[in-house]
C-alpha cells in the first residue's frame, strides 16, 4: 500500500503524555515503548535528523528492517500511513500523524568511518550517530551491540531520489515544531541518535534538541 503523503496532526495533548523529554543536541537515547503506546519526536528548531532503529523489546534479534518497510508499502519514503516493517515482516509501529511530510530510511546513519571518507581524515575526532548508538547501547541494560546497528530511519532527514536513482543529501523539508507520531504494534526498543553531524546540510550545520512524548493507548 502506497503511504497518503498527506500531512496530519494529531490530537493527542501534551499534558497527557506519560513521558516528555527534551533530548540535547547531538545526545543519544533509548527506552521502550508498549504496545499500544504512541511515541511523537518534534523536531523543536527545525533541520534536525533523528537516526533511530527499532528491536523487539521480546527478542530484539527481530528488528526493523529497511527493505522489508519499503517493499511493503512499494515507497521509499516513510510519512503517515507507512508500517515499519521487522526482519520478519511484522509491523512494528505505524506513523500516525505526520507533519513534516517524508522520513528517509536509505541515507544511513554517520559514523567516524564515514565521515573521514566523505569529508576528510580531519573529522575523525568528530561525535557520530554510530558513536551515540554505542553509548547508549552500553550504558543500557539491553544486550545488543555494534553486530545490532543496522539500516536506521532518518526522521526529517531529506534524501531525494533522482529519476536515474541517484541519492541527494538535501537541505530539509522540515522546520521547527513539526513532528512524525508513530503508534508501537508491538513493545519495541526504540534507540536514537539526535545526529551530531556538522559536515553536511542533514541538520543544517547546526544540531539541535528534539522532544519525545508518550502517551498510553
Ligand atoms: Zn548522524
Known amino acids: 500500500m502506497t503511504p497518503s503523503h498527506s500531512l496530519n496532526e494529531s490530537r493527542l495533548a501534551p499534558e497527557a503524555a506519560v513521558m516528555d523529554v527534551i533530548v540535547a543536541a547531538g545526545e543519544p537515547w533509548i527506552g521502550?515503548?508498549?504496545?499500544?503506546?504512541?511515541?511523537?519526536?518534534?523536531d523543536l528548531e527545525g533541520n534536525q535528523a533523528v537516526d533511530t532503529l527499532f528491536y523487539?523489546?521480546?527478542?530484539?534479534?527481530?528488528?526493523?528492517?529497511?527493505?522489508?518497510?519499503?517493499?511493503?508499502?512499494?515507497?521509499?519514503?516513510?510519512?503517515?500511513?507507512?508500517?515499519?516493517?521487522?526482519?520478519?515482516?511484522?509491523p512494528m509501529?505505524?506513523?500516525?500523524?505526520?507533519?513534516?511530510?517524508?522520513h528517509d530510511t536509505i541515507g544511513g546513519a554517520c559514523s567516524s568511518e564515514s565521515n573521514t571518507v566523505r569529508y576528510g581524515e580531519h573529522t575523525r575526532h568528530m561525535h557520530?550517530?554510530?558513536?551515540?548508538?554505542l553509548?547508549?547501547?552500553?550504558?543500557?541494560a539491553f544486550a545488543l551491540d555494534k553486530r545490532d546497528l543496522t539500516s536506521n530511519i532518518n526522521f526529517f532527514m531529506n534524501v531525494p531520489v533522482t529519476p536515474d536513482g541517484k541519492l541527494t543529501f538535501a537541505d530539509g523539508i522540515s522546520a521547527g515544531g513539526k513532528y512524525v507520531e508513530l503508534r508501537a504494534e508491538m513493545d519495541v526498543?526504540?534507540?536514537?541518535?539526535?545526529?551530531?553531524?556538522?559536515?553536511?546540510?542533514?541538520?543544517?550545520?547546526t544540531p539541535t534538541p528534539i522532544r519525545l512524548l508518550v502517551w498510553d493507548a
Do not use: H, W
Not at 521502550?32 to 518534534?42: C, D, H, K, N, Y
Not at 527481530?62 to 510519512?79: C, F, M, V
Not at 509501529?93 to 517524508?102: F, H, K, S
Not at 553509548?135 to 543500557?140: E, N, Q, R, V, Y
Open 32 to 42: 521502550v515503548i508498549a504496545e499500544g503506546q504512541t511515541l511523537r519526536i518534534v
Open 56 to 90: 523487539s523489546a521480546v527478542d530484539p534479534r527481530e528488528r526493523y528492517s529497511a527493505s522489508d518497510t519499503i517493499r511493503a508499502q512499494g515507497n521509499l519514503y516513510l510519512t503517515t500511513g507507512t508500517v515499519l516493517r521487522s526482519t520478519v515482516g511484522e
Open 93 to 102: 509501529l505505524t506513523i500516525i500523524a505526520d507533519t513534516c511530510g517524508r
Open 128 to 133: 557520530s550517530c554510530r558513536d551515540n548508538f
Open 135 to 140: 553509548l547508549a547501547l552500553a550504558k543500557s
Open 189 to 205: 526498543i526504540c534507540l536514537i541518535s539526535n545526529c551530531p553531524q556538522l559536515n553536511n546540510p542533514c541538520n543544517a550545520y
